[in-house]
């Protein structure tokens, strides 16, 4: 589907409990013809219309409906009255805003002759001369009660298609043979009017550019233009709340429709699906989501018919949405049309959707426990995980916390997740008892349920109530700590390292549900992020591919605020991939990384090599700190170095068979 563009388009601020506000309007741009002004636009009720064209009437409604311009009186337009400067001023400004142009503030002065004109009608102006639609009949000049010519409308309303973001027809000539005394830029934008079906001329060869503007041809210009333009006789707008959800959860759906002017449309049959377009631009249903008790659309699927739901005396459709377990992303498409019409996207051009998120099940909630120095502030968090222990990403859910001290409960708060899936609150602790000397520990205890059904009540299991603590002591905690350990310091290249990350507090205690995330730089660079399980430890694994030298380090997020031990604060670790050495000539020396007396080798560094050496009795010979030695004396003193050493071993020469006789040579000192 091509991109929605709105007519008089809001941005909207969204509340906590309000996840995302999703808005759409008409869909300009797609292949589908929008109507600016359709034929059942309610009737603006003047009582001079008598006489005029249908399409003159229907302008008149159009300009009504849209706000832009109202009759003399409450039951007169005076289509025949002429239209001042002043006036089209307060028009077009009006109408700019539902061809989505960013309208300036209007609050500079552009002109001398307006400031005996209404606040209003001043702002208006300097705004046209903001957005560049006029710049007065003479300098600082605006001329607010001369009459509008048919020539000045030309320019103003094809100045304002192109700030729209439209572009222009070429200009060329339309027939017109009375327009060549004006300049040439006044011609081009009359034929361009023309073109664009905004201005038909007065006669097939005449378009009478001195003649003043009357309102019945104020009324076509503006209507039609509004055509052109792609503007939206209605504004709809879809609103998920939330809009990212548990698939056990509802998700409440809010449709409004509104005129141009905010007005709430009432009683307007609307039509509401969940699913996808297929090819043809028609509305294929999503099995797995209702609406209400039926299935995922109102009344005759796809269809505008009696039975759909009508919007209320706000202009409000409210709907629940419910999902089966399957973890995906629904679009929700709301629409208005004719009745018995069916959706196809080249046709409906009043259609707007909203995206809703389904995440998987809450299966847990976790609340790590911590240590603080008496009488500081500390922020308790937490977060609802599923059944694989992964972060339940779903802002809105309620959860209701509770901290008791002694039999005392010191706090009870209902909160809500964020958009990360966590909850938080922060207090202040007791103040150290005996500043004097050491005092034992004050626990708090922390406990938290999943407020599914929103009663304040802790359901037990069904709403995963967890206990947790806080622990406030003398001193400040000892740094938390996480110490990174690996399977291997070497590994062949192809196999599998696997690093460690124990993640412990000032007691040596394992912290549990810590975030850890690896980092890998060197030869195989990557990473990962994993939680620490009920020992503290969480584990990476990684496939080292390339010969070298990885650099591994890690950071950790204890509660979910944010990295609690830095990369700085990790001893980090390196990891050496090597290769099967080939043979190699004459004396080289190596580092000594990692020995496996069992299985006769020895992973070596140097030259820019990284290699595995394998050595045998039949024919290899050994000297250690420049002594002859047999194999296993070689093996004692090549597996008693701590690893990685700095020891040198020489190789003089190197055989890769076991047929071929190498020379090692091992000093340690």
Known sequence: MSAHRSARSRTVAVGAALAVLVTLFPAVGSAAVVEACPTNLPSSGYG???????????AIDCITHYGLAQGVSSTSFDPFGGVSRWQIALFLVRMADDLGISVPTGTTSQFDDISAYPLDVQKAINQLAQIGITSGVATRRFDPAGDVSRWQMALFLTR????????????????????????????VAINQLAQLGIAKGTSSSTYNPAGKVLRLQMALFLSRHLQAGGASSYQI???AAPATAPTSSQVILTVTVLTPTGAPVVGRLLDVFVGTLDSSGRCVLDADVKIGSGDAGTSTNCRIDKSDPKTSSSGKVTLVLTHNGTIETDRVFAWIGATDQTFDSDVVSLYS?????????????VVPAKVVKFGTSTTVTGWLVDASGDVV??????????VSRGSSQIIAQSLVTGVDGRFSFSYTGPSDPDTGAASDPVVDVVKAFWDKDGDGVDDGAAEFDVTSSVTWDDDEPLADQAVLGQNSVSTLAGQTVTVTATVTDKFSMPITDAEVVFVVTGANAGGDTKVTNSSGVAAFSYTSTNAGEDTIDATVDIDGGGVDITAAQVADLTHYTVVVAPAIPGETTF???????????????????HYRLTWD??????????????????????????????????TNPYEATTSGASTFILTTT
């Open 48 to 58: 001079d219309l008598g006489g005029l064209t249908a399409e003159t009437v229907d």
């Open 617 to 650: 009795s039949s024919n290899d010979t050994f000297t250690v700190n420049g002594s002859a030695k047999s194999m296993t004396d070689f093996e004692t003193a090549i597996s008693g170095l701590t690893l990685p050493a700095t020891a040198k071993l020489k």
């Open 393 to 402: 990403a779903a802002p809105g859910m309620k959860v209701v916390v509770t």
């Open 591 to 609: 580092d000594v990384v990692a020995v496996n007396t069992s299985a006769n080798t020895v992973d070596v560094v140097g030259g820019g090599n």
């Open 160 to 187: 304002m298609h192109s700030k729209a973001g439209f572009s222009l027809p070429t200009g060329s000539g339309q027939g017109f043979t009375d327009i060549a005394s004006y300049p040439a830029a006044t011609q």
């Open 353 to 365: 959707f909203a995206d809703v998120i389904w995440t998987a099940q809450p299966a847990a909630i």
């Open 237 to 239: 707008t879809v609103v």
